[in-house]
């Protein structure tokens, strides 16, 4: 990790001072002191020459260090490959696995997992797919290519399909009968700091496309969703704000409703959320690219194929 002395920092403190000041993280009782660290020559300067404790870090000078890792239970569930060439790796993901590594889900993402299953230290995700969302994620392999696949999504130039269960409100607008289709069209935003993603007022900037499947049990729906842009969050957030929160749902069921009962909600039940399908021209070989997730949505006991 790379940190930068502020220019408008004071000259003459002291590295040691600082780097507590910024990071408070590395002052964490359970973490390797800090001046046994800077002792140790783990933080060093741009050139690889490491820094004393005392040393006093200037404006505009460079301190590098690695983070420690918390201790991490890393899941044995398997992560299934769906393709895998000399330009793509995609993968069809399982729930609550992330992405990419953060917080405290590092060892058990699926880039750390896949970087040292396969040997590449040079795999990137191309899209985002959250955490507890499952389904089909493409990586791309060559750092040459990566940034003409990943124009490729911020073009949306590539076919999302996506199925989940919901569960509408008795006054939710959002049709039920099979085959009936509606325009989702919201300003999304998420601030700094929050977990969640608000619906705003003003010029909508998330599209997604909304067509019902079939009546999964009771009061549940089974919905294909495709969304034209990619906000944080998006579906679960447009979905909810017109009451029809997905099955499983943490962060945006309402706390005033009651689930369903744990025949449709047991204990554990992963959000359902399925990235079903991705679809698209290849921008370096100029095929036609279709990838499809085989895992299955669940209302308690019954399991909704594909």
Known sequence: MRWQVPREAASGRKALEQLCERFPALADPAATPLAARFAAGE??????QAWAAEDPAAP???LWFHRELRPEEVPEVELSVLH???HLLVID???DIATMPRGEHILSSALVRLRRA???ATLVPLHRLDRRTAGVLALGIRPEERSAYQQLFARREVDKTYEALVVPAPDSPLPRSPGKTRALRDRLQKRHGELTTAVAPGEP?????YEVRALAAEGILHVRLRPRTGRTHQLRAQLAARGAPILGEDLYWPSQRPRPSAAFWPEGLPLQLLARRL???DPVTAEHREFRSAQELTAGSRTLGR
């Open 279 to 281: 679809a698209f021209v």
């Open 84 to 86: 895998r060439d000399e």
């Open 60 to 62: 505009g000078e460079e």
């Open 118 to 120: 396969t040997g590449l």
């Open 93 to 95: 993901k399982p729930h």
């Open 43 to 48: 933080i060093v300067d741009a050139q690889g």
């Open 205 to 209: 900037n998330a599209e997604t496309e």
